[in-house]
C-alpha cells in the first residue's frame, strides 16, 4: 500500500477538526454568516456544513497551483460523499432511529477520510472540460442550496431538526 504524503494526512487532520468546531460556532456567534457556514440546527441538511465547508477550503489549498481540471475530482468527491452523508445520517437516525454521538463522529470521520483517499480513484475526471465542467456547476449548485436552504428550509424529514427528540417521534405516519 502506498503511503500517503504528510501534506495529505495534516490537511486530513485540520479538516476535520476545523469541521468539527464548525459545529459549534453558530452557538457561539449567532448571525447570517455564521449561519451559512456552520449548523443552524440538527437537521440532516444542516450538518452537510461541517463537511462540506473546511472539505472545499482544503481542496482548494491542496490544489492551488496545480494544472487545469485538478480540482474536479476533489469537487466530485465532496459532492458524492454530501449524499452519502445524507443516505447514512437518513437510514441511522430515520429508519434505524440511533441517536448515539459515537455513531454520528465515526461516519464523519470515515467520510473525511473518504474525501481525501476518493480524489485519486477519481483522478482522470478532470481531464475533459465538458466533465470539468459540469462537476463545477453541480459544486456551485450545492453551496447554493446549502445557503438557501439555511434560511429557508422546505417541509421535510432531512431538514427537521432531530436535537432533543425521539426521531421516531419527527417521522409523520
Known sequence: MRKLPKKLLTAFVVTTLAGA??????????NPVTAL??????????HLKIFFWPYLAAALLLT????????AP???????????????GYFYHI???GERLAVDLGL????MAAGFLLPGVF??????????????????????????????????ILFTDLSGVNTWATIPY
Open 21 to 30: 468546531c464548525l459545529h459549534f460556532l453558530y452557538v457561539l456567534l449567532p
Open 37 to 46: 457556514l456552520a449548523p443552524v440546527n440538527e437537521s440532516l441538511w444542516e
Open 64 to 71: 492551488r497551483g496545480g494544472e487545469r481540471g485538478c480540482r
Open 74 to 88: 476533489w469537487m466530485l468527491s465532496a459532492l458524492l460523499l454530501c449524499v452519502v452523508m445524507l443516505c447514512a
Open 95 to 97: 429508519i434505524l432511529g
Open 108 to 111: 464523519y470521520v470515515l467520510l
Open 123 to 156: 483522478c482522470h475526471v478532470g481531464e475533459r472540460t465538458g466533465v470539468r465542467d459540469i462537476i463545477l456547476l453541480l459544486t456551485v449548485t450545492m453551496a447554493g442550496a446549502i445557503a438557501i436552504f439555511t434560511f429557508l428550509p422546505p417541509d421535510h
